[in-house]
């Protein structure tokens, strides 16, 4: 496993666009982790005597203020910090769930395969705001159940891609002969399939994050995500098109720290995914 991703890292170096952008989520997540450390201001702190500031570095507001007087800056560090917690927590529970659940139905194949993937198929069903909206409304608003309803959609992905995997994996010698010795179902699959699909989880995973991100950015633009004192960059972007026509830059810089992080992440997929199928595009 160290083997393969020392591997997979020298290729990641070979592709100057995924380094790149591999190197810029570095710094945005640095820079979101050290964020209190960096600014005076507190992300919740407000200034009634400076609402609605301009960005500008003499009045000691680079990103501008709100309006309530917060510092613009800390509460974008604030919520691309928050942004990236639940996408990435979110992201490992749905590729917890998934792997499990794709490498088992893969394995046993048969009806029990038809069964479980058909239950995937009915949960693509639900409608998703809707079965959101009815969580909210049963258990209240929380970090803890915005984690929840994006890994209840994420997962279902990963384990169609996992058990497309293990289907083709479970035909190889090896996993013949580990049957053939006796070794119990449970221990192939954690020994023998997982580990191969290592190479398809990491390449999945950079794409999973920011279609969570997206998701809890939607909900908290909906209201429904992260509530007030925290932010999000969702909840920004929310409150950033109330002010549009007043304070353009309360809109502009969280979309833009949004988009960018979007871009990097899906520009580091791709190019992990052409280093994991190079024959993909011939």
């Not at 982790?33 to 992300?43: D, I, R």
């Not at 609402?51 to 003499?58: D, E, G, K, V």
Request: proline fraction near 3%.
């Amino acid at each position: 496993m160290k083997h393969l991703f020392m591997v997979l890292l020298q290729q990641v170096r070979a592709n100057r666009l995924a380094t790149t952008c591999a190197a810029i989520l570095l710094a945005i997540g640095l820079l979101a982790v050290l964020g209190p450390f960096l600014t005076a201001s507190n992300a919740i702190d407000t200034d009634f005597n400076n609402r609605l500031l301009a960005p500008a570095l003499a009045s000691g507001h680079i990103f501008g203020t709100d309006e309530l007087g917060r510092d613009l800056f800390a509460r974008t560090l604030s919520g691309i910090r928050i942004t990236l917690l639940v996408a990435i927590v979110a992201s490992f529970m749905s590729l917890f769930i998934g792997v499990i659940y794709g490498a088992t139905a893969g394995f046993i194949g048969g009806r029990v395969d038809g069964v479980m993937m058909r239950i995937v198929d009915g949960i693509y069903a639900l409608p998703f705001i809707f079965t959101v909206i009815l969580l909210m409304v049963a258990f209240g608003r929380s970090m803890l159940l915005i984690l929840i309803a994006i890994a209840a959609i994420n997962w279902l992905d990963m384990a169609r891609i996992v058990r497309g995997q293990t289907i083709s994996l479970k035909q190889r010698g090896f996993v013949e002969s580990a049957r053939l010795i006796g070794v119990p179902s449970g221990s192939i699959i954690l020994r023998h399939i997982a580990p191969n699909l290592l190479g398809v989880v990491i390449v999945y995973m950079t794409l999973a994050i920011p279609q969570a991100i997206l998701l809890e950015s939607f909900l908290s633009f909906l209201g429904l995500g992260i509530q007030e004192p925290q932010t999000s960059l969702g909840s920004l972007v929310s409150a950033g098109v109330n002010q549009m026509e007043n304070a353009s830059w309360l809109l502009v810089i969280p979309a833009g720290a949004l988009a960018l992080v979007l871009f990097c992440f899906n520009f580091l997929g791709d190019g992990l995914r052409d280093l994991a199928d190079p024959k993909r595009d011939t």
